[in-house]
C-alpha cells in the first residue's frame, strides 16, 4: 500500500492538478491539508473542465474518499458554491466528503481585510489571491479563529463574532457599505450552512488513522508550490501556510510515517504569480511565448503569470525540504517550439558563486543566474505516452533536471489529458 504526497516545488501552478487525478486512480482517499480557496486546480476530463479551489480534485472519480483537514483555511462559502457545481454536474459527494471540524474559516471580511491590507502595500504589495488567506491564518495563530465547529455552538459563535468586530473594526470602517463588512448577516449566512457541514464534519486525524489501518491507499494534495511556504519559501512573498510536506502532518494530524512516498511536480520551466523575486525570469518575447503557448493565466485569479527558465537553485531546496523521491514533470510540451533551452544551476552574487538561496531574500532581486544551454528538441511532444519515443533532447532535458535533483522520475506529462501522459 503506497500514501503519496504530491508537492508543488516552484511557485505553484506546476500542473499538480492532473497529477493528483492520475495518480488518485490507484488511491482510496483523498486529502487537502494547507491552503484554501486561494489554490485553484484544473482539471480536464473528457470535454469538462473543471477548477476546484478547496475541494480534493478526487472527488471527480466516483468511488472516492475525500478530506479536507485542520491546517485548511476553509471559505465555507466557496466550499458550497463547489458542492453545489459538482451535484449540478452529477458528481454526488454524500458519505465520501469530510471536513475537519478544527479548520479555521476564511469568512468574508477575512477578503476585506486582504483588500485594504494589499491597496496599503503599493508598490510592496504581495500580489496575493484576494481570498482572506492571510487574514485568516493571522487569527488562527492569534488564537480568535473562527473554526467550523463554532458554528455549532450558539453562544461561541456569536461571542466570536462579537470579538472579530471589534477587532476588525478599522477594516470594516473603511467599507461600510460592502456586505462583506456586515458582520450580522454574515453570521446568519453562516449559520444556514450547519445543515450542509453537519454530515460531513469529522476529526480527520482520527478518520485518517482509520482508514490507513483499513488498508486505504491515501493521496496527499498539496496546494501551491515549495517557493511560496511560509518558512521556507521567498518570505514576505508567499502564501501564509506550510505548502511543503510538514503541512500534511500538521494540517492532518498525522505522523510523518504515514507518508510513504514524496513526489515533488516540477513544471519543465518556472512561473510566478504576483510579486517577490525571481531569478530566471523573462521579460522579453521567449517570457510572451511561454506564457502563450503555455496557457499561464492564473486559473484562481485570471491574472498573466509571470514565467522564465527553470531554477534548479530553488529546485534542490525544494526538494531537500520536502524529502522529495520522485518528480513528475508537467508541461514538457509546451518547449516544444523553443530553439535553445537554458536552466539555471546555480546563482551568481557579488562575484560568488551559489548553488543554495541566499538567507537574505532581497539578494535573490539582485543574482544572476547561471545557465546550461540545451538545444530544443523542435518537434511535437503532444500526448507523447512513452519515454523512449520522446526527442532524445527531450530525454536529455528531463534527465538532466532529475540526476541534478538527486531523485528519481515518476512520470511526464506532455498534455492536459488524463492519456497524455509518460509513465516511467
Ligand atoms: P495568498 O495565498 O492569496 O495570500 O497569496 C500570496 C502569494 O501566493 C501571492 O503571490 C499569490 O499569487 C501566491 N499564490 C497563492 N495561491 C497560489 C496558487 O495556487 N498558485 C500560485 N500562486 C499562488
New binding site residues.
Given amino acids: 500500500m503506497s500514501n503519496i504526497a504530491v508537492m508543488g516545488l516552484q511557485?505553484?501552478?506546476e500542473g499538480k492538478g492532473k497529477i493528483v487525478d492520475l495518480l488518485a486512480t490507484d488511491a482510496d482517499v483523498i486529502v487537502r491539508f494547507q491552503?484554501g480557496a486561494?489554490?485553484?486546480h484544473t482539471i480536464i476530463v473528457g470535454d469538462k473542465k473543471f477548477i476546484l479551489h478547496l475541494i480534493p480534485s478526487g472527488i471527480l472519480h466516483a468511488d472516492k474518499i475525500c478530506l479536507i483537514g485542520n491546517g485548511v483555511v476553509l471559505d465555507p462559502f466557496s466550499f458550497v458554491e463547489e458542492l453545489r457545481l459538482l451535484q449540478a454536474t452529477g458528481i454526488h459527494t454524500d458519505g465520501r466528503l469530510f471536513v475537519s471540524a478544527h479548520c479555521n474559516l476564511a469568512l468574508p471580511y477575512h477578503k476585506l481585510v486582504?483588500e485594504v491590507e494589499e491597496r496599503e502595500r503599493g508598490d510592496g504589495s504581495?500580489?496575493?489571491?484576494?481570498?482572506g488567506?492571510?487574514p485568516a491564518y493571522r487569527d488562527k495563530v492569534a488564537r480568535v479563529g473562527v473554526r467550523l465547529v463554532d458554528i455549532f455552538n450558539d453562544r461561541l459563535i456569536r461571542e466570536k463574532f462579537d470579538q472579530q468586530k471589534t477587532l476588525k473594526e478599522r477594516y470594516l470602517a473603511l467599507a461600510p457599505d460592502d456586505n462583506r463588512a456586515d458582520m450580522r448577516a454574515n453570521l446568519e449566512l453562516l449559520l444556514s450552512l450547519r445543515n450542509v457541514f453537519a454530515p460531513m464534519m469529522c476529526d480527520t486525524s482520527a478518520k485518517l488513522a482509520e482508514l490507513n489501518a483499513r488498508g486505504k491507499s491515501i493521496l496527499f494534495e498539496g496546494?501551491?508550490?515549495a517557493m511560496?511556504d511560509v518558512d521556507l519559501g521567498t518570505y514576505p512573498?508567499?502564501?501564509?501556510s506550510n505548502t511543503t510536506v510538514g503541512g500534511a502532518l500538521t494540517g492532518l494530524g498525522i505522523g510523518p510515517r504515514m507518508i510513504t512516498e514524496v513526489v515533488g511536480v516540477v513544471k519543465a520551466y518556472s512561473t510566478?504569480?504576483?510579486?517577490?523575486p525571481f531569478p530566471t525570469e523573462l521579460k522579453d518575447d521567449l517570457g510572451d511565448s511561454l506564457r502563450n503557448i503555455g496557457g499561464e493565466f492564473?486559473s484562481?485569479?485570471g491574472r498573466p503569470r509571470r514565467t522564465g527558465w527553470l531554477d534548479l537553485v530553488g529546485l534542490r531546496h525544494a526538494c531537500r525540504i520536502n524529502g522529495v523521491d520522485k518528480i513528475a514533470v508537467t508541461k514538457l510540451d509546451v518547449l516544444d517550439s523553443f530553439q535553445r533551452l537554458s536552466i539555471c544551476v546555480a546563482y551568481e552574487l557579488d562575484g560568488h558563486r551559489l548553488t543554495e538561496l541566499p538567507l537574505d531574500v532581497t539578494h535573490l532581486e539582485r543574482v544572476k543566474p547561471i545557465y546550461e544551454i540545451f538545444e530544443g528538441w523542435r518537434a511535437e511532444t503532444t500526448g507523447f505516452t512513452e519515454f523512449s519515443r520522446l526527442p532524445s533532447a527531450a530525454q536529455r532535458y528531463v534527465r538532466f533536471i532529475a540526476d541534478s535533483l538527486g531523485v528519481g522520475v515518476k512520470l511526464v506529462s506532455t498534455g492536459a489529458e488524463r492519456t497524455e501522459t509518460i509513465l516511467v
Fill in positions: 511557485w505553484g501552478d491552503g486561494n489554490a485553484g486582504d504581495i500580489g496575493t489571491t484576494l481570498r488567506i492571510g496546494a501551491q508550490g511560496l512573498f508567499t502564501t501564509s510566478r504569480v504576483g510579486g517577490g492564473g484562481t485569479t
